[in-house]
């Protein structure tokens, strides 16, 4: 199982990414997906969670309605689209796959399956 993440880099503050991930076989049709990130020195948060069907998300409290998690079955594709970020957005976002269920996955003990990581950095 793969779950190949792209699309991070440097990025202005204020500025727009939007990163994607590509699982292999049919992870993506059968399983939850979220967003991870973690920042030197901090825990892994989840940043955005989405259930199989993309009919329910989950977004973590800092997010503040700049991120927007969606997923197409049919073209086996994740992705978060992240708007006016800050400095603080500063991590390596990481894609995940969990058990498939009708609400998103929130624990990251939960999720059986991750990328490799993108890193994302915004200046100031």
């Known amino acids: 199982v793969q779950l190949q993440a792209s699309g991070g880099g440097l990025v202005q503050a204020g500025g727009s990414l939007t990163l994607s991930c590509a699982p292999s076989?049919?992870?993506?049709?059968?399983?939850?997906m979220g967003w991870f990130r973690q920042a030197p020195g901090k825990e892994r948060v989840i940043v955005a969670a989405?259930?199989?069907?993309?009919?329910?998300?989950y977004y973590g409290g800092f997010v503040k309605g700049r991120f927007t998690i969606s997923r197409d079955n049919a073209k086996k594709t994740l992705d978060l689209q992240m708007n006016s970020l800050k400095p603080e957005d500063t991590a390596v976002y990481y894609c995940?796959?969990?058990?498939?269920?009708?609400?998103?996955?929130?624990?990251?003990?939960?999720?059986?399956?991750w990328g490799q990581g993108t890193q994302v950095t915004v200046s100031s």
């Open positions: 995940a796959a969990a058990e498939i269920s009708l609400e998103p996955t929130l624990a990251a003990n939960e999720y059986d399956y």
């Open positions: 076989g049919r992870i993506l049709q059968t399983h939850n």
């Open positions: 989405i259930n199989w069907s993309g009919s329910s998300t």
